[in-house]
């Protein structure tokens, strides 16, 4: 088993920055794979970005490319999400996930853990 605990999210106002957290504690080689993942009250969950941890690739959702960053730190088991130039429409319940093997990528289904999420508010 995988725990994941999120941390960092907050309000911000239009433009500004906030970083996300993912601290990994458990069978750490049970997962290979990370991502966020976000959601909105009565629309699906959106994947926003996952990393490979093999390989350091990165995946992103369209709508964040050039703005949020993800990136991983080993000896620490975390996962960060740097989020740049947020917009209202970033607000949201920001959940990380993680899983093992391949494919990796932002796709929701692939994640078999999950955090129990931070909330992220931009205002404009």
């Known amino acids: 088993q995988v725990q994941l605990v999120e941390s960092g999210g907050g309000s911000v106002q239009a433009g500004g920055s906030l970083r996300l957290s993912c601290a990994a504690s458990?069978?750490?080689?049970?997962?290979?794979?990370m991502g966020w993942v976000r959601q909105t009250p009565g629309k699906e969950r959106e994947g926003v970005a996952a990393?490979?941890?093999?390989?350091?690739?990165?995946y992103y959702t369209e709508s964040v490319k050039g703005r949020f960053t993800i990136s991983q730190d080993n000896a620490k088991n975390t996962v960060y999400l740097q989020m740049n130039s947020l917009k209202p429409e970033d607000t949201a319940m920001y959940y990380c996930?993680?899983?093992?093997?391949?494919?990796?990528?932002?796709?929701?289904?692939?994640?078999?853990?999950w955090g129990q999420g931070t909330q992220v508010t931009v205002s404009s």
């Open positions: 458990g069978y750490t080689y049970s997962y290979n794979c």
């Open positions: 996930a993680a899983k093992r093997g391949w494919p990796c990528g932002t796709n929701p289904k692939l994640f078999d853990y």
């Open positions: 990393i490979y941890y093999d390989s350091g690739r990165t």
